[in-house]
């Protein structure tokens, strides 16, 4: 009996009609071919073209497109300049000595076991040490970093650019605002002593990890200066100069990173310090938290997608920032703090709502 759905071919008249080639039949020879699948046609990994090891005074890295999103492992180097000018989706550090280290945006989490006295630039969605001395990281993480039996561990905000980076944050499912850089969490606390300090804020990238020498690598068009930095340089946890702060908030779409990346230049450049910033989606039940009078103002513009909330600190942060967002933002919706006397609750009611969101 037939399948419920086959239908008999008549035969040709005058005979039986000849069969094409089946599926696993090669139609020139007739011979049975192994059958294909998908897995099959991708491109072969070759893992030594994602690992660094055993390399003692050398200048190496991967341009960009050459990761694209794999593993990549760097163990065993001593003295060397490494620079990973792509995406990846982890990448472990073990056993690295004196060595100065830039890693571009990373998915998932970025390890450092038994490493001394390097110098780091990285952005990722994770950051930790374990068994770690010495290390002084310019970092952009999205969750709480975490250190482990590490000790003289040093964190400042990352500083970088290159003309690629913006779409592999993008590829790596990274936000340039959410940044946590200066919240470390020590697994491993030492009764009267601190495992880990910041940074001074007048520290530069490249006195601590300098451009590639190499020809093959001096083709990037890296800047390290901070005011064209891909991630906005924040304050984190050190101590606000004012005891006025004010927060700024711009809704979803087609400009929002651009209108508040011109905020932070207006506002920086008058002086103001940017203390932090969030990147987050809201419900409206969210808003009458963060906005109260003004939530039914600014509900609807919430299902466009995540805002981006801006908290800038200084004497007379809430008056500044009002006058320039009437100014230059003229036609657009922004929620800015009314008063001094609201703006620290605020600034409060928006990132512990931010934080809980992002599970901090």
Request: net charge negative.
């Amino acid at each position: 009996m037939g399948c419920f759905f086959s239908r008999r071919r008549k035969p040709a008249q005058g005979g039986r009609q000849p069969q094409p080639a089946g599926a696993g039949q090669d139609a020139g020879t007739g011979e049975q071919k192994a059958p294909q699948y998908s897995w099959d046609l991708r491109a072969k990994i070759d893992p030594k073209d994602y690992t660094f090891s055993g390399l003692k005074n050398e200048t190496v890295g991967r341009l960009p497109g050459k990761v694209a999103g794999q593993q990549f492992v760097i163990q065993d180097c001593e003295n060397c300049k490494i620079y990973i000018f792509d995406h990846s989706a982890t990448i472990t550090i073990d056993d690295c000595v004196n060595c100065q280290i830039f890693l571009g945006p990373i998915k998932g989490s970025v390890f450092f076991r038994d490493c001394k006295d390097c110098k780091c630039v990285v952005a990722c969605q994770q950051f930790r040490t374990r068994d770690c001395r010495k290390l002084e990281v310019f970092l952009c993480c999205a969750t709480q970093p975490i250190i482990e039996s590490s000790t003289g561990m040093k964190f400042g905000c990352f500083q970088y650019y290159y003309p690629e980076l913006a779409l592999q944050f993008k590829d790596a499912g990274l936000s340039i605002f959410n940044n946590t850089w200066s919240n470390i969490h020590d697994f491993t606390p030492v009764s009267g002593e601190n495992n880990w300090g910041l940074l001074p804020e007048t520290a530069v990238v490249q006195d601590y990890v300098p451009l590639p020498s190499s020809e093959e690598l001096k083709a990037i068009r890296v800047s390290t200066d901070a005011t064209k930095s891909i991630v906005p340089i924040t304050r984190g946890q050190r101590q606000k100069n004012s005891d006025e702060s004010c927060l700024a908030v711009f809704f979803a779409g087609d400009y929002t990173t651009a209108n508040a990346r011109k905020l932070i230049d207006e506002m920086t450049s008058k002086g103001f310090q940017l203390v932090q910033t969030k990147e987050v989606l809201m419900k409206a039940e969210d808003a009458h938290r963060v906005f109260q009078q003004s939530a039914l103002e600014f509900i609807p513009l919430l299902e466009k997608g995540p805002v981006v909330a801006l908290e800038f600190n200084g004497d007379g942060a809430v008056e500044q920032c009002r006058s320039t967002v009437n100014e230059v933002f003229s036609g657009t919706k922004v929620f800015v703090s009314e008063s001094k006397a609201s703006a620290s609750q605020d600034v409060d009611n928006f990132y512990n709502f931010a934080d809980m969101q992002m599970g901090m």
